[in-house]
């Protein structure tokens, strides 16, 4: 993959390597499919929070390729079949998973109130 920006999220040579960069191209494919539609705002919180995953320092590969791996998990469903009770579960997995991490916290948060908006 090397340094370079998929459609959404640049990835640098410090991630490859490292980290599951298929989770990272599904993201993103992901994020296109959703912008323009009504599910926008939920595809800008994914892209920032994939982002801000790739970005982080100090944080072991492994919670990284979780948390990504989540992540994908939620793009997918919230571009195909948009089961609530399974969003909301992933939501809360990679809220537990982004203990203390503020960054990622803060964004998740946003996520969450997009994803609740999109719901009604």
């Given at each position: 993959m090397g340094n370079g920006t998929l459609n959404n999220i640049h990835v640098t040579n410090s991630n490859?390597?490292?980290?599951?960069?298929?989770?990272?191209?599904k993201i993103d494919a992901a994020i296109t499919i959703a912008q323009g539609t009504?599910?926008?705002q939920i595809a800008h919180q994914l892209r920032q929070l994939t982002q801000a995953i790739l970005d982080?320092?100090?944080l072991e590969s492994s919670r990284k390729d979780s948390l990504l791996e989540l992540v994908q998990s939620l793009s997918d469903q919230i571009v195909r079949?948009?089961?609530q009770s399974v969003i909301m579960a992933l939501l809360k997995s990679i809220e537990?998973?982004?203990?203390?991490?503020?960054?990622?916290?803060?964004?998740v948060e946003g996520l969450t109130?997009?994803?609740r908006n999109l719901f009604g």
């Open positions: 490859v390597g490292l980290l599951n960069t298929g989770n990272v191209r009504d599910a926008d982080v320092k100090g079949e948009r089961k537990d998973r982004a203990q203390g991490l503020a960054a990622i916290s803060t964004i109130a997009a994803i």
